[in-house]
Nanobody
Framework: QLQASGGGLVQAGGSLRLSCAAS????????MGWFRQAPGKDREFVAAIAWTGGPTYYADSVKGRFTISRDDAKNTAYLQMNSLKPEDTAVYYC????????????????????WGQGTLVTVSS
């Protein structure tokens, strides 16, 4: 029900825009998040957004470089990634958070109950 796309190979300093398209139901009442998982590492929080134009949350490692947004009319969330670094290389996953959890749970994978399949981002040095 969530389809992530937009990954690819980019040089350090470059940009990519990831999209997360929802189908089958609307997620307008759910916070949306992006997580990533590098080889051999745990899945980690990247960014979350409460609602269109609402509060946003970022991991310290991407703050100032990544921007999360959403368009509920299109049932799509986005992650604009600028100034990419080799350490940003990972599979990126979008997810919809269980509405019952507070914003304090935005950073934890177990607060999200719908996940996309992931899209690979590779940043070369």
């Amino acid at each position: 029900q969530l389809q992530a796309s937009g990954g690819g190979l980019v040089q350090a300093g470059g940009s990519l825009r990831l999209s997360c398209a929802a189908s089958g139901r609307t997620f307008s009442s759910n916070s949306m998040g992006w997580f990533r998982q590098a080889p051999g590492k745990d899945r980690e929080f990247v960014a979350a957004i409460a609602w269109t134009g609402g509060p946003t949350y970022y991991a310290d490692s991407v703050k100032g470089r990544f921007t999360i947004s959403r368009d509920d009319a299109k049932n799509t969330a986005y992650l604009q990634m600028n100034s990419l670094k080799p350490e940003d290389t990972a599979v990126y996953y979008c997810a919809a958070k269980d509405w019952r959890y507070s914003a304090a749970r935005n950073y934890y994978t177990d607060a999200y109950d719908y996940w996309g399949q992931g899209t690979l981002v590779t940043v070369s040095s």
